[in-house]
């Protein structure tokens, strides 16, 4: 097994970032577009998804364009013991987008997507009807100005590569 490199070099921030630009590319092209051969594109690759920095290759999904135009962040206010119960409940809402533990005020940052506002409101009513949960705080998305990212972390993280 060949050691285990970490942090990235310039070859995988370019392959990372032309992934994300034309996720539809092949192997081959992308090995064309980046001056190398096939064989080290798909070595890299492979090494960039054990060592976990690639953690999917699903197409992005619009909640928008699936009718589901309005987004909601919500901060539960919960019952730390009950906090699995909970999770798993939150789990099984198809309008939950994501949902993490924080720190703060809240106990758990949900953002969540609806058809409008009163669906949104029908969402938050079942948060609130999970056992454990005291209390939910909602503010509604109006825009966004920057989409969910993770490039620009990468190449800021690794100082000296030429990728932005």
Known sequence: MPARRHGLDELDLRLL??????PRAGLLEIARLLGVARGTVQARLDRLTADGVVTGFGPVLSPAALGYPVQAFTT???????????????????ELLEAHIV?????????IAGRDNEH????????????????STTVITLSTVVHHRVHPLAAHRFPGNSVR
């Open 17 to 22: 970032r032309l992934l994300a630009e034309r």
């Open 120 to 135: 949104v409101q029908q969402v938050i009513d079942s948060m609130l009807a999970i056992p454990g949960v005291r209390r």
């Open 103 to 111: 720190t703060g005020p809240g106990d758990v940052w949900c953002r």
């Open 76 to 94: 539960l206010e919960v019952e730390q013991a009950a906090r699995a119960h909970i999770s798993e409940a939150l789990h099984a809402m198809p």
